[in-house]
């Protein structure tokens, strides 16, 4: 990766990138079995289809969809494990599939449901076998564990054989590990999947830490919002292998929510219908009341309501990211997006 | 450069294999006896085969020893060399942890054939090599140029060993289980106990051709006791580059249809 060219190309470039797996299918049961073995059944599975954009240095982007979108896949063919079935792919001016050494020095992949630590030898041990192959030279490899251990708070969990770990613990050794060689590029599929709150929030900042002091070029894909809204200002939606969306979070906010709700606090009892004229009446309770309002014309009718009705306090909110992107996906297919699980929204904060 | 780059990152898994097995003391005993009961037990057979004094198949007792520590010797090297390296092939593939090997910026066959080290079982290659020179130092005909002729081809030998057992692993991209593969190959190479020019035409022609087990005991012994023919070492080395050129070939093959375990 040259050092010269990143500001004026982009690190990233992808275009119509796809990826066909052929499955074998297979009946359950031994009757199944037995028909698989004489004559297996083939199916092709359109896993990446397509898909195209350009990433800048130092960006960092989310990917977003519902599970079985593509998202790992496009990011195996990125790192060079996958070879595409077609189209284009361009990391650091380099062909990923041909896994040259520049390259694979100057990227990382780090998957959070599987790990490279050795389970059986404290997560030093691992370290150094990276130092070698990477040919880090030893005062750069004490600088970078020094640096990572204060982020990381690695102090003491090092010489811990892997396996005597927690989850968290292993998933901080985790990054260090993938990160040791001070790669340009990054490769996150799901790093936070399974931890609790505090270790995201320590993991999500060390990835911001490590983007800002290398201008790193981050691509990131989550099951917790929050990760991807804390960190990438840029998100690109897939789904089925497509991507349906591709710009800045509140672009996609603004396309997937066109409303806003204003939330009014009443001085004393107004009518349903009353409050319905204004937009749509989502909840209400008592005194308080949600009403949705189309996005552009949020202002002028706040103000009405202000002036119209017995307001003693208002507020205007953005609907929560975790349903806009819901709404997006039940919108083209009626499926859920990627579980949010409880924690995901207290991360937020 | 790049030659002490891979030295380094091997003495790392030498030493790092040797410090996690050093924890286990016992197990050296126990090998080192295992291999002595297995030399044993091959001695003892041959022992009872020419307990009249003919010599088979125009092996003499002696001869024949010098097949069965070749035999000892490579069954050494693929216990403390292959095994533990490419039998872990199919479970990394299923598990998806083959990624990190892939990811890595040293050759991925490299990686995967040599990251453990199973030093009890250089046990078999000790008593092998003691075997080999007890018998041939007793023998007239063995001569310092059969001695260095017949390390060489003991070098194409574990050549040839290493490509054919990297090539049965490499079929787990595609079958998850290939243990049964590697045990099949296993079988066959028990023949090469035995000195594979004393057994009837069709069967040396395949442990020569089909499973080239002639090359790993029966030519290279040939060598030591001095009784060598130039088709045979020159066949040697030439299956041992092109069987190490096809499985290379067949891994960049493999890893080009590679769909990684999906997570
Ligand atoms: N190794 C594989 N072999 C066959 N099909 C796969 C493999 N990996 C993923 N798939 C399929 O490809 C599609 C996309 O999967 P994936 O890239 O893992 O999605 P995501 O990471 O967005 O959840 C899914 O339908 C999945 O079943
Ligand atoms: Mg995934």
């Known amino acids: 990766m040259s050092h010269t060219d990143h500001s004026t190309t982009p690190v990233i470039q992808v275009r119509d990138l796809e990826k066909v797996y052929t499955v074998h299918e297979k009946e359950p049961g031994l009757r199944g079995s037995l028909a698989s073995f004489v004559r297996r059944r083939k199916t092709l599975v359109r896993a990446v289809d397509r898909i195209s954009f350009e990433i800048d240095a130092g960006q960092m982007v ?15 063919m990125l790192a060079g494990l996958l070879h595409p079935t077609d189209g284009f792919v361009r990391v650091g001016g380099h062909v990923p599939k041909e896994r040259r050494t520049e390259f694979l020095k100057n990227i990382t992949l780090v998957m959070g449901q599987k790990q490279q630590l050795l389970w059986d030898l404290p997560a030093l041990d691992s370290f150094l076998v990276n130092q070698a192959i990477y040919e880090i030279p030893n005062d750069e490899y004490q600088a970078t564990m020094r640096e990572f251990s204060e982020i990381l708070e690695l102090e003491g969990i090092l010489k811990k054989q892997v396996r005597k770990l927690s989850l968290g613990e292993r998933m901080k050794c985790e990054l260090a590990a993938a990160l040791l060689h001070r790669p340009r590029v990054l490769f996150l599929d799901e790093p936070t999947i399974g931890l609790d709150v505090n270790m995201q929030v320590r993991i999500r900042e060390f990835v911001a830490e490590y983007n800002r002091r290398f201008n790193a070029t981050v691509i990131l894909t989550s099951h917790y919002m929050a990760d991807v809204t804390a960190l990438c200002k840029r998100i690109i939606v897939i789904d089925k292998g497509h991507i349906v969306f591709d710009g800045d979070l509140s672009a996609l906010v603004e396309e997937a929510a066109p409303g806003k709700t204003v939330r009014l606090e009443l001085s004393e009892n107004v009518s349903d219908e009353r409050l319905s004229f204004y937009g749509k009446l989502t909840s209400r309770e008592g005194l308080f009341a949600d009403v949705l309002v189309p996005r552009n014309e949020t202002s002028r009718l706040a103000a009405r309501m202000l002036a119209e009705l017995p307001v003693a306090d208002v507020t ?22 990627d579980a949010v699980p409880a924690g995901a929204e207290q991360a937020a904060r | 450069m790049r030659l002490k780059r891979y030295i380094r990152v091997l003495g790392i898994f030498v030493r790092a294999s040797i410090s996690a097995q050093l924890e286990y003391r016992v197990n050296f005993a126990v090998n080192l006896f295992g291999s002595l009961l297995l030399a044993g037990g091959t001695l003892l057979g041959i022992t009872i085969l020419y307990s009249d004094g003919t010599p088979l198949g125009g092996w003499s007792y002696r001869e024949s020893i010098v097949v069965v520590g070749l035999f000892t010797l490579v069954q050494g090297y693929i216990g403390a060399f292959l095994y533990p390296n490419l039998n872990k092939i199919g479970e990394e593939v299923r598990q998806g942890t083959m ?24 046990t078999d290659a000790l008593v092998g090599a003691g075997l080999v020179i007890w018998a041939a130092s007793g023998l007239e005909n063995a001569s310092s140029i059969g001695a260095l002729l017949g390390l060489c081809l003991i070098v194409t030998a574990l050549t040839i060993v290493y490509a054919v057992w990297f090539m049965l692993s490499m079929t787990a991209f595609w079958f998850v289980k290939v243990g049964n593969v590697t045990e099949l190959f296993n079988g066959f190479f028990r023949a090469g106990a035995f000195p594979v020019s004393a057994l009837p035409g069709w069967v040396r022609l395949v442990f020569t051709f089909l499973i080239p087990v002639a090359f790993v005991t029966t030519v290279p012994a040939e060598a030591i006791i001095g009784r060598w023919n130039a088709g045979s070492v020159l066949g040697s080395g030439v299956a041992a580059v092109l069987l190490l050129g096809v499985s290379r070939w067949f891994w960049t093959y493999a890893i080009s249809k590679y769909t990684s375990a999906s997570s």
């Open chain 1, 316 to 337: 205007i909110e953005d609907p929560p990211i975790e349903g806009v992107i819901g709404t997006l996906f039940a919108g083209t297919n009626r499926q859920a997006v």
């Open chain 2, 99 to 122: 990624d990190f090997n892939l990811l890595k910026p040293v050759d991925a066959q490299f990686l995967i054939s040599s990251r453990n080290i199973n030093v009890f079982r250089l």
């Open chain 1, 62 to 76: 989310g990917f977003l969809g519902p599970n079985g979108a593509g998202k790992t896949t496009a990011l195996k």
